[in-house]
């Protein structure tokens, strides 16, 4: 099973951007789909975005489409998540999440791999 680490959360004002990693060791995972999910206190773990993998059809939660963009360089076992117009209720911890294979749904359960999450946090 693969290892995913993220980075790259922090403290970051409204309108303001941010950038996560997730490098992932133990093997390469170029034919994983990766996704990222977050959660914030209270609530259930929200998808925000899946990318196969060849990079084709990136998909995202409603919630951050046309702001957030997934995309993944396979030669150094990274995905990316980068975070634009960021708005308080994006404030959460996020998590990267891996499967071997293509994986259709969106569903935390849909994924076997994850980190330990970064946290986000967005001030008004």
């Known amino acids: 099973q693969v290892q995913l680490v993220e980075s790259g959360g922090g403290l970051v004002q409204a309108g303001g951007s941010l950038r996560l990693s997730c490098a992932a060791s133990g093997r390469s995972f170029s034919r994983d789909t990766m996704a990222w999910f977050r959660q914030a206190p209270g609530k259930e773990r929200e998808f925000v975005a899946k990318i196969v993998y060849s990079g084709a059809s990136p998909r995202y939660g409603d919630s951050v489409k046309g702001r957030f963009t997934i995309s993944r360089d396979n030669a150094k076992n990274t995905v990316y998540l980068q975070m634009n117009s960021l708005k308080p209720e994006d404030t959460a911890v996020y998590y990267c999440?891996?499967?071997?294979?293509?994986?259709?749904?969106?569903?935390?359960?849909?994924?076997?791999?994850w980190g330990q999450g970064t946290q986000v946090t967005v001030s008004s």
């Open positions: 999440a891996g499967q071997t294979g293509l994986v259709l749904g969106a569903r935390p359960t849909d994924f076997g791999s």
